[in-house]
Every structure is written in structure tokens, then in C-alpha cells.
């Protein structure tokens, strides 16, 4: 028991002693300790936050019961030697209920009132909007758009809460009250007051006649239209089905009592397909667009962490490898003088549990502003619903403390792991095993790289990201032998053209190897991935811009709600047509009939879900998609027809496939393709055509007719004209805007993907600062005796800048190969051309490798300090 006590005593002494001598060596752990904390705290908070969000609850926050369609579609498949998986996605368009069900939930005891919920699109002609900063269903465009409003029922006014306020209720069919959350008051919204007239638009034709409809009433509540029911039946367009169906208790009869009920009538009825929802989940029937944006950031952040954490290990290995390094001799003196490998270790343990411990509850309570002002940041670039609350209950931020619990245990593993190897594996330079390591992951990474080039979408991107972590690991491995590589082409140069200084640094860096091979990693680390990250987004960009301009041949565009014919036709100029007066409504066959339109073709956007499998496990992806006329494509929008014939998106039942959606799918003219659109109807859909620019115009075209009777609003967002006769159509614009469908998450996507490479970069950029400062406080003894044989201090300052130019040409370069490999075969998966990394970006990436390398080399040096 004493030996036992006394060995602890001395490994407590060890650490203590150890801590105090290698205060700079440790300094490093801690400042990339701290940084990984506050980024995993920071990211755990944020996908914590999300998790818990749900949709606010507005419309039906008076209701106890609220009864919906099921808006998510389930797939069920068996992943290869495993038992089958079940894999879910959201919908984004809303599933009907059954007018029929509204008897059912009548009769259920303990119900006070039914109410059906019909909503709809109501357009204020008078109010044009600029939409330039304005998001869509798929991107911002550049126009004026008119106002939007919800318009409901004035029987679901109850269901919030939302009482009177002025005036009466609506009755006839030309009877309006007008929500408080439109304003009330000169330009505030239709109707400044009751008594008042104001034009509104509804319904699905494009440039639909204006309707003049009589302020009765204003009422508490949000922004919402509200008429009368009978008016609202039939604008909502869609007899025989409601939305929702909102219940309403009895006095004393608790909600968890009710909503038991209401689902034992509807599983009795037949209709147990349905859902009720209560408390939260009420928002979720309100905002469709909710939980699917939760879900994709979800995702995204768990990538993000993931790859933060692999670079942390990068980071952190490098930098203890070079801290152990420069206790060597220390450590075979500890050996000789009766301490045990196990002591050895287990002060190096005691030395990280306090620096990273220290480190690590540093960052935790810096992640917290950063996860508020990340919280901010995406709430004020309009990236979330404005209806989708981020709760942060206090319980919450305790998650910084197991991401601070994570960061040490990674620090400690990998501690623990240098100095044990070491122990088994004392000698200065490096051995075979590392070599065969490093080739392998290299080799293994060029395959990954590979099979990229074979893959589309998702699993092309998957596999580059694959080959970067494998390819940059393999290097950090290959660390020495890649140094004394780039060493054997450059030493001749140095030799002839460096002078005294040339030769030193020559002959350096075949003595040291292993310490230039430890300074070498992290430049290739920062140059590798803040390449890929920038480039694979810039070329994706760059290759979808140039295809929707290629695609675009119109002449003429017309936003879809405030078109009407000018001259004899209908509205008299672009004024009259957005402010309604005189305007009539048209369809796109009108449009077409104008003398002078060759073609026109309306578009509508919505989604679908697609059912594969990837590496045999089941996937639901959810599309960006256009519907389109067939009649009026040619000469107004060209996707690139590689095989079968547009002509066929005339027929319903009918897709046209993008190329590498199709080389996925393995499917061609005349196959089937199964999708789920927005609505979860499933239908196997015959391939007409297949066409390459699928970047732009997404992966799948449909026809509109059929498309359109699966969205909640059918409105074609856009018509495309061609020919000169466009100019008489009101409100359209020549030398259109080219047609791109971005999937909803791509911004939020490059949000982050910025915040990862400033992220990443800050770690990589300290660990090079660092690893360059611990070895040039390894190098005091050696600069010192090179002093005193005569080297002058401006011979050693050259030779510091000749050290910090190889460090950084080298690093530049390999890092650039690392990163041109899985760049090279995402862009020819993706976009058939080379990769793309902007000049500024990879001016900034060389510029900052360049100036930190110099400043850990010279500036940090002793000799660089005088």
C-alpha cells in the first residue's frame, strides 16, 4: 500500500514539475483544446435547440384537438444482413381531410365544437412587394411581386381566439374582415378601415381577375384575410376535404381525455390514418415548411460536427506529437533513473486531464454566445420559418459540458496514445509500420476519390469527403518522408541559391525530419480543407449558373400573379396590371394567343420524395422539382435533351429524368421512374426524356397539369414567353432572369459550410502557429550552437525565411494535390468539368498559409524575436 502511495506521490510530482517546465508546449494543447470545445459546445447547443424546436403555435391555439392528414411518408427497406429499416421524411404539401370526419369528431363526447379549416392565397393588387431579398420556394428572385395574405373562414377565427375588434362578421360573398396583424391605417393593407372596398385576387390563373370585396369587420390576431364560410369553401378550391379540423372541449374536460376520445372515433370511422395533435404539434399543421427545415439543418450540423471532430484529432495528435517529441531525452532520463513506463504515462495524463480540463470549460462558456449569435445569424438571413421556435431551456446549456468532457477525453486519448507508443517505440526516426499505415490510407484514399467519379448526388459528395479525411490523414502519417521528399527536389536549389543559409536549412531537415514532418501536417491540413470546402460549392454554383443561363431562351418573363393582356386584350400598361384595375384574368393558352407569342410556358414548383437505397440502407430524399407545359418548352426553355422527346410531358403520368439521375437510377426512355410527390401520392411515372441540365432545372421535370394537383398552391410562380408579341403581356420583362431550382437548404447549407472553413481554418492556422512555436522552442540549443561556430544572427534570420518559404511551398502544394483529387472526381460526378475555386478565395488561402507559417517560423523564433 505504501509502494502504491508513493508511486502516486511521484507521478502527482512529475506532473506538477512537468507543467511548470513545458508551459509553452502546453499552452498549444490548451489553445486548441479551448477552440475545440467552444466549436463542439457552440454546435451541440445549436442542434440541441433544434431538436427541440417545433412550429409556434398560432392559428389553433384555442383549439384542444387539432385533427390533420399524416404529413410524413414512410419507406421500409432491409440493409444488406441486417433487419428491415423504416426511414421517414416530411411533406411539404398539405394532405386533405375528409369532410366526412368533421360528423365523426361531432359525435365524440365531451366535444364542444367542430371546425373545419380551409386556407388559401389571397393577393393584394395594390401592395407590390419587392421580392429581391425575398426567398421563395426554391430561391430569391429579382421582382415585384404582389402582397400575400392567408385567407380563411371567419369560423376559424374561434379555433385561435381572434375576436372582433370593429364591425361584423362576414356574410355575403363580397364580405371581408381584415386581421390586425395586416395593420390598420393608410397603405397598411386591404381595408385601412370597415366600410371601406379594396381589389383582391384568389385562385390558381395567372393574372386573376381582381374581385372587389367590402371591409365589414377587423379582428385581433395575425396577418389573415378572413370571409365568410361559404366564400371561403370555394376559393379554397377544394370541396369534399378541409385542412384541418380543429375540436374544441367541453368545459372540465381535460385535453389528454379528449384527444383519447377523438382518436378512438377515428381509428372506429376507418380514418386512423389520420392524426390529432395537441399542444406543440398543433404548429406543425399550421407551417408545413417547419420541421423540414429543422430536419436539413439537423443533418447539416451533424456533418459539421463530424468533421470537426476528425480534424480535432488531426490537430491535437500533431501537436502532442511534437510536444513528446522534445521530452525525449527527458523521458529516457526519467526511465533511468527507476520510473516505469506506467508513471511516465500517467503524468503525461495528469499533465492533459488539467490543461485540457482548464481548456475545455473555457471554451464551454464561450460556446454559449456563439451559439446565440449562430442562432441570430440564421434567424436574421431568413435561413429558419419565422414560425419555428428554438426553445433553450436552462437544462440545455448543460450540453457544454459533456462536449467539454468530449474534448478532453480526445485530448487524453490521444496523449495517452503518443507517449504508449513511444514508450514501445523509442527510436528517433520514424519505422515501417507508420509508412505502411500512411500508404495505405493514401491508396485508400485515391480508391475513395474514385469511386466519387461513379457516384451522383449525395453519394458522390459523401465519397469526396471520404478521400480528403483519408487522403490528409495518410499525409499526416507521411509527415517525414514528405518533408525529406519535397527536401531531395528543393535541397539542390537551396544549396546552389540559398547560400550558407541554404545549406543549413538543406541539412536540417535531413537531420530533423521528423520534426519538419510534424511542421509540414497542419499547412497541409488548412490548405486541403479550406480547398475543398470553397471549391466544392463555388464549382457546383459556377456549373448551375451557367447552366440555367444556357437554358434559358425565352424572351420574356412574367412573374405568376399579376399577369394580364395589355391593348385590346385586357390591362392598359404594367401599372394597371399590378394594381388591378382593368385587369383580366388570363391562362397561359391566352398568353399563347397573343399575335406574336411563338410559345409560352407556365411553371410551377413544388417537391418530391425519392425511395433508394445507398450502400443498402434505406434513404427518402425530398426534390426541388418545376412543372412545366410541354406545348410551350421549345423556344422558351431548353433542359438539354440528351435522349427521348419533351413532347411526351404532354401525357400525364409522364417525368423527364436528369442524366446523372438517371445514370443513378439506371434508367432510360420508356423505364419507370417511382416518385412520391409533395402530397405522398405515389405513382410510377414513364421516362420521356433525359436531359443534362439538371444542375439548373433539377433532377426532375413534370408536367404542370399534374404536378399542380398535388400542390396546396397550384400558382404557376412563373411564365416564360418567346417571341416578340411577349411585350404586350402586362408586367413582363425582357432578357429574363435565367430559371434555377436551388434546393431549400442550399443556402442555409453555405451558411454553414462558411463557418466551417472559418472554423476549421482558426483550428489548423493555431495548430500551424503552434507547432511552429513549439519547435522553434526545441531549436534554442541548436541556434545557439550554430551562433557560436560563427553563423551571424542575420545568416540564421534567412535561414528561419528559407524554412517558412519550404514550409509553406511545400504545404501549398501538397495540399493542393490532397484536395484536387476528390475535387476533380465530385466535379466530373456533378458537372461533367473541372473544379472551381475563385481567385480572391484561393488567394486568401495561400495568403494566410503563407503569412502564419512566417510568423510561427521567424516572429515566434528566438532568434526571430531580436
Known amino acids: 500500500m505504501s509502494g502504491l502511495r508513493g508511486s502516486r506521490t511521484a507521478v502527482r510530482l512529475l506532473a506538477a514539475r512537468s507543467l511548470r517546465t ?26 440541441g435547440s433544434l431538436g427541440l424546436a417545433h412550429a409556434r403555435v398560432e392559428r389553433y391555439a384555442a ?17 444488406w444482413g441486417g433487419e428491415p429499416m423504416t426511414v421517414t421524411a416530411p411533406l411539404t404539401e398539405r394532405i386533405g381531410v375528409r369532410a366526412s370526419v368533421a360528423e365523426v369528431l361531432r359525435g365524440v363526447e365531451g366535444v364542444r365544437a367542430v371546425v373545419p379549416d380551409d386556407g388559401f392565397v389571397v393577393r393584394d393588387p395594390s401592395r407590390v412587394r419587392d421580392s429581391s431579398r425575398v426567398r421563395d420556394s426554391s430561391r430569391v428572385r429579382d421582382s415585384s411581386r404582389e402582397q400575400e395574405y392567408r385567407g380563411r373562414s371567419w369560423e376559424t377565427a ?4 381572434y375576436r372582433l375588434t370593429a364591425g361584423r362578421a362576414p356574410g355575403a360573398a363580397g364580405e371581408v374582415v381584415v386581421g390586425a396583424g395586416l395593420g390598420v391605417g393608410p397603405g397598411a393593407g386591404p381595408g385601412a378601415e370597415t366600410g371601406s372596398r379594396t381589389g383582391l385576387r384568389t385562385g390558381p390563373r395567372i393574372g386573376q381577375d381582381v374581385a372587389g370585396y367590402r371591409v365589414v369587420g377587423l379582428a385581433d390576431g395575425p396577418d389573415a384575410l378572413y370571409f365568410g364560410a361559404a366564400e371561403a369553401r370555394r376559393l379554397a378550391g377544394h370541396p369534399g376535404r378541409h385542412d384541418a379540423i380543429g375540436v374544441l372541449g367541453a368545459p372540465g374536460v381535460p385535453v389528454a381525455t379528449l384527444h383519447a376520445r377523438v382518436r378512438q372515433a377515428l381509428d372506429a370511422s376507418g380514418a386512423g390514418e389520420l392524426r390529432a395533435f395537441t399542444g406543440n404539434g398543433r404548429g406543425g399543421v399550421e407551417d408545413l415548411r417547419a420541421l423540414p427545415a429543422r430536419d436539413g439543418l439537423l443533418l447539416l450540423l451533424a456533418a459539421v460536427a463530424a468533421t470537426v471532430i476528425l480534424v480535432t484529432v488531426l490537430v491535437l495528435a500533431s501537436l502532442v506529437a511534437q510536444a513528446l517529441q522534445q521530452r525525449a531525452e527527458e523521458r529516457e532520463l526519467l526511465y533511468a533513473v527507476g520510473a516505469s513506463p506506467r508513471q511516465v504515462r500517467a503524468a503525461v495524463g495528469r499533465e492533459v486531464n488539467r490543461v485540457a480540463g482548464a481548456a475545455a470549460v473555457l471554451g464551454a462558456l464561450g460556446a454559449v454566445p456563439v451559439f446565440l449569435a449562430l442562432r441570430a445569424e440564421l434567424r436574421g438571413r431568413g435561413l429558419l420559418p419565422a414560425t419555428l421556435e428554438l426553445p433553450s431551456p436552462t437544462w440545455l446549456f448543460a450540453g457544454v459540458l459533456v462536449t467539454a468532457g468530449l474534448t478532453v477525453g480526445l485530448a487524453r486519448c490521444v496523449v495517452v496514445f503518443a507517449a504508449a507508443r513511444r514508450d514501445r517505440a523509442p527510436a528517433r526516426r520514424p519505422g515501417g509500420v507508420r509508412q505502411g499505415f500512411g500508404v495505405a490510407l493514401l491508396v485508400a484514399g485515391a480508391g475513395a476519390a474514385g469511386t466519387a467519379t461513379l457516384q451522383a448526388g449525395q453519394a458522390a459528395g459523401a465519397a469526396a469527403g471520404a478521400a480528403t479525411v483519408t487522403l490528409v490523414a495518410g499525409c499526416a502519417l507521411l509527415g517525414p ?7 531531395r527536389v528543393l535541397g539542390p536549389v537551396l544549396r546552389r541559391c540559398g547560400g550558407a543559409p541554404g545549406r543549413l536549412v538543406a541539412a536540417g531537415a535531413v537531420a530533423h525530419s521528423r520534426r519538419l514532418g510534424a511542421a509540414l501536417v497542419p499547412v497541409v491540413l488548412v490548405s486541403a480543407f479550406a480547398t475543398v470546402q470553397l471549391a466544392a460549392g463555388a464549382t457546383m454554383e459556377r456549373a448551375g449558373a451557367a447552366q440555367a443561363r444556357e437554358a434559358m431562351v425565352a424572351d420574356y418573363a412574367v412573374e405568376g400573379d399579376g399577369a394580364g393582356v395589355s391593348g385590346a386584350a385586357g390591362a392598359r400598361d404594367d401599372r394597371d396590371a399590378r394594381d388591378g384595375r382593368g385587369a383580366v384574368g388570363v391562362s397561359v393558352a391566352d398568353v399563347r394567343r397573343v399575335p406574336g407569342v411563338t410559345a409560352a410556358t407556365g411553371l410551377v414548383r413544388s417537391t418530391v420524395v425519392l425511395a433508394r437505397t445507398e450502400a443498402g440502407s434505406p434513404r427518402l430524399d425530398r426534390l426541388p422539382v418545376l412543372g412545366v407545359d410541354a406545348e410551350g418548352l421549345a423556344g422558351t426553355l431548353d433542359p438539354g435533351v440528351v435522349a427521348g422527346d419533351l413532347a411526351g410531358l404532354a401525357r400525364p403520368g409522364t417525368v423527364a ?29 414513364a421516362v420521356v426524356a433525359v436531359y443534362e441540365r439538371s444542375l439548373a432545372l433539377g433532377e426532375f421535370l413534370l408536367p404542370r397539369a399534374e404536378l399542380a394537383a398535388h400542390m396546396t398552391d397550384p400558382r404557376p410562380v412563373r411564365v416564360l414567353v418567346a417571341g416578340p408579341g411577349g411585350a404586350a403581356v402586362a408586367g413582363a420583362r425582357p432578357a429574363p432572369e435565367p430559371e434555377q431550382v436551388v434546393p431549400d437548404e442550399a443556402e442555409a447549407s453555405g451558411l454553414v459550410s462558411a463557418g466551417v472553413v472559418a472554423a476549421i481554418g482558426a483550428l489548423t492556422v493555431l495548430s500551424v502557429l503552434s507547432t511552429l512555436a513549439l519547435a522553434a522552442a526545441g531549436r534554442r540549443g541548436e541556434l545557439g550552437l550554430l551562433h557560436q561556430v560563427g553563423a551571424s544572427r542575420r545568416q540564421l534570420r534567412r535561414m528561419l525565411r528559407l524554412e517558412a518559404a519550404f514550409l509553406a511551398g511545400t504545404g501549398l502544394v501538397i495540399g493542393g494535390v490532397v484536395a484536387a483529387l476528390p475535387l476533380a472526381a465530385l466535379s466530373w460526378a456533378l458537372t461533367g468539368g473541372p473544379p472551381y475555386l475563385p481567385p480572391l478565395q484561393a488567394a486568401l488561402i495561400a495568403g494566410t498559409v503563407i503569412l502564419t507559417t512566417y510568423a510561427g517560423t521567424v516572429f515566434l523564433s528566438p532568434v526571430g524575436r531580436r
Not at 374561434?158 to 381566439?161: D, K, N, T
Open 657 to 685: 429524368v436528369g442524366a446523372d439521375r438517371a445514370d443513378s437510377l439506371d434508367v432510360r426512355p420508356g423505364a419507370t421512374v417511382e416518385l412520391r410527390f409533395g402530397d405522398g401520392a405515389l405513382r410510377r411515372l
Open 481 to 487: 518522408w514528405l518533408a525529406a521528399a519535397a527536401m
Open 158 to 161: 374561434r379555433l385561435g381566439g
Open 22 to 47: 513545458h508551459r509553452r508546449a502546453w499552452a498549444a494543447v490548451f489553445a486548441a483544446a479551448a477552440l475545440v470545445s467552444l466549436l463542439l459546445g457552440s454546435l451541440a447547443l445549436t442542434a
Open 63 to 79: 383549439a384542444d384537438v387539432v385533427v390533420a392528414a399524416d404529413q410524413e411518408v414512410r419507406w421500409t427497406a432491409k440493409p
